[in-house]
């Protein structure tokens, strides 16, 4: 059964940073494209990064230039370190195998001003 799960959220000043962490089990998550959303109260899920099988990274606007995403394929594990931190960044994070129907917990950003 595949799953991933999500941590390494927490609450930071702005202009601080996170690295979020996503375990993957079930699947090989290095020859998959991984990717990052986030969703507030009341708004519907958006994407945030894309990380290829070949390296390649995706990032929206708003956050381009401030977060990276990689992998770890010994660990089977995604990361997203996330730095300059915005209030607007605050939302729940969550990874997710690209055209997978699972989803994770999530882990909950919070940048205070």
């Known amino acids: 059964q595949e799953q991933v799960v999500e941590s390494g959220g927490g609450l930071v000043q702005s202009g601080g940073s996170l690295k979020l962490t996503c375990v993957g089990s079930g699947f090989v998550l290095s020859v998959e494209i991984m990717t990052w959303h986030r969703q507030t109260p009341g708004k519907a899920r958006e994407w945030v990064a894309t990380?290829?099988?070949?390296?390649?990274?995706f990032y929206t606007d708003s956050v381009k230039g401030r977060f990276t995403a990689s992998r770890d394929e010994d660990k089977n594990t995604l990361y997203l370190e996330m730095s300059n931190l915005k209030p607007e960044d605050t939302a729940v994070y969550y990874c997710q195998k690209f055209g997978s129907a699972t989803w994770g917990q999530g882990t909950q950003v919070t940048v205070s001003s």
């Open positions: 990380l290829a099988p070949g390296g390649a990274t």
